[in-house]
């Protein structure tokens, strides 16, 4: 996409209703008491197909790959990625004191909610505190788990203060983790606010109109959006939900959808003989990942863990469902495009750290020298239609009964998986998650799923994996400045982490997109969560 900041690289059948509106036509002249019907055809229309439900409009617990981008529309924050730079959105820019942990912001001063009330310092500082509060429980919270203080030190102006030198922290403020919400709407909304019926009050160049549970979320055209250089293009935006890839991908290629991303890797096919379509598989920063509870029988116990990573044949997955767009897991939870320094030290970590690679009479020997020598019962968790996901629960399955692991496949709606998930009773033995990275830095993945602080109630930590060393490790490192010096010590904690296996990473995903050939300016992002992306797009 080519705008202005040179821009980012850039079954159900949808009816699209006729819409009243007041304006007219030069050839046609009514009286005042007459409307004119604007035909769904001349209406600038785009349908965006989600691959689960929405789980809430609210950044609080807006943070999975079905909600977060829903809300990415509507909702803005202090930055945002481009080409995988931070530029100011919000915000206009910030300095940072000689002690490396003041950080004064300067905001805009002619953004204005979708009420027409002026977005100021206050209403910064009260989101950013709702996000942190842990009376909240946000699912984003941990982004500011260095930060001491949050203050308006001017009427556009915020000062954040660290507790101590944090070299991530910055990375939150282009994410849902720093979206700006309306104070006054927010507080008058009270428990309502995020609901379908409470709504939502943001800056965005797309307003909140409508939200049906299990259907769609439908967003309107800001006709007074602030960014000049960057108008929407759309008069209404539709992300409707499907709760089965093939039934979204159907609807894709019969025209009623524009566009959907993550498209599995075993449904390609399908997709490539669509007429009008464009589908690329493009790095990502993701994990797909069995989160094993380290605090629930039977995987408290480490043998058992073992024997569990060492049943999956990552290499024959690749090749086969995954058809070779995604790369076979490793031991850490860093995908390749998140390794940005250091390349000799991760070849030394790699060549050094256990892989549990697929090996049955390993599985065996690690069950035998478990409390469990005669077998285990182990349900997995994963959310119904994802093809990827049950494939791989499949492959353990079958792997498992042939040394006495008995798994149970268990599918739950999405809603309920997320709730599950983020709770603090982590009530699962193993759930599938495919993660995402939220920013191009190697702490991005370590931080929320590896600290003690984050397996409580909305935190990352889905394998309840409990470390003092690891979390004196990854905090000491967010301190230092030195990158060579910060991934030593990252790499000690991987060490200690592969030694104890909390998870079994059996591929780094490609990001599968799929786009109607008549939509323009956009190119995909490993950032997409975080992406204003129907704010870029228009049709040739």
């Keep these: 996409m080519k705008k202005t900041l040179m821009l980012l690289l850039a079954s159900m059948t949808i009816v699209i209703a006729l819409m009243t509106g007041c304006s007219k036509s030069e050839s046609q002249q009514t009286t005042d008491s007459e409307t004119t019907t604007v035909k769904a055809e001349e209406k600038k229309v785009f349908n965006f197909g989600l691959e689960g439900d929405v789980v809430s409009l609210d950044p609080l617990t807006s943070y999975s790959f079905s909600t977060s981008p829903v809300v990415s529309q509507m909702l803005e924050s202090w930055y945002t990625y481009v080409d995988n730079v931070m530029v100011p959105t919000l915000a206009t820019g910030y300095t940072l004191d000689e002690t490396g942990t003041v950080y004064t912001f300067t905001f805009r001063d002619d953004v204005h909610f979708w009420d027409g009330s002026l977005m100021t310092a206050e209403d910064v500082v009260y989101s950013i505190e709702r996000i942190m509060d842990p009376d909240n429980a946000g699912y984003t ?257 079958e792997a498992g009964a042939k040394i006495g692991i008995n798994f149970k496949i268990e599918e739950i709606a999405y809603s309920e998986y997320v709730t599950k998930l983020f709770s603090a009773e982590r009530e699962y033995d193993i759930i599938l998650v495919r993660w995402d990275a939220d920013f191009p830095e190697p702490s991005t993945d370590l931080i929320p799923t590896l600290l003690t602080a984050n397996t409580a109630a909305g935190g990352g930590n889905f394998s309840n994996y409990k470390n003092a060393e690891v979390d004196r490790l990854l905090l000491e490192q967010l301190g230092l400045t030195d990158d060579s010096e910060r991934l030593k010590l990252i790499l000690e904690a991987s060490q200690i982490v592969a030694e104890e296996i909390p998870y079994l990473i059996f591929e780094y995903p490609l990001r599968g997109i799929a786009i109607n050939d008549k939509v323009t300016g956009y190119s995909p992002s490993p950032f997409f969560l975080w992406e204003p992306f129907a704010k870029y797009m228009s049709f040739k």
Excluded at 182 to 190: F, L, R, T, V
Excluded at 342 to 365: H, I, N, V
Excluded at 379 to 389: F, K, Q
């Design 141 to 397: 919270a941990w982004m500011h788990g260095s930060v001491d203080t949050v203050e308006a030190t001017g009427e556009y102006e915020v000062t954040v203060t660290l507790k101590s030198p944090d070299a991530t922290w910055l990375y939150a403020t282009a994410t849902n983790a720093c979206a700006v919400v309306s104070k006054a709407y927010c507080e008058e909304a009270g428990e309502a606010f995020g609901t379908a019926d409470g709504g939502i009050m943001g800056t965005g160049a797309y307003m909140y109109d409508k939200w049906i549970a299990g259907q769609e979320v439908l967003m309107l055209k800001n006709e007074n959006y602030w960014d000049e250089d960057n108008q929407p293009f759309f008069d209404e935006v539709h992300f409707y939900i499907f709760l089965d890839h093939t039934t979204r991908l159907v609807a894709l290629n019969n025209g009623e959808l524009d566009a959907t991303f993550q498209v599995p890797s075993s449904q390609k096919a399908m997709v490539n003989t669509a007429k009008g379509i464009t589908m690329e598989f493009v790095p990502s920063v993701s994990s797909s990942t069995f989160f094993m509870n380290c605090q629930r029988a039977p995987l408290d116990d480490v043998n058992v863990r073992k024997a569990v990573s060492s049943l999956f044949d990552k290499e024959g997955f690749n090749k086969g469902v995954s058809a070779g767009v995604a790369s076979p897991g490793t031991a850490t939870f860093l995908p390749e495009p998140l390794r940005v320094y250091g390349d000799d030290q991760w070849e030394e970590f790699f060549a050094t750290a256990p892989a549990y690679d697929y090996d049955m009479d390993k599985a065996a020997e690690y069950l035998a020298a478990s409390a469990y020598p005669d077998g285990v019962d182990i349900i997995i968790s994963i959310v119904p239609g994802d093809v990827t996901s049950k494939s791989a629960s499949l492959a353990l399955q």
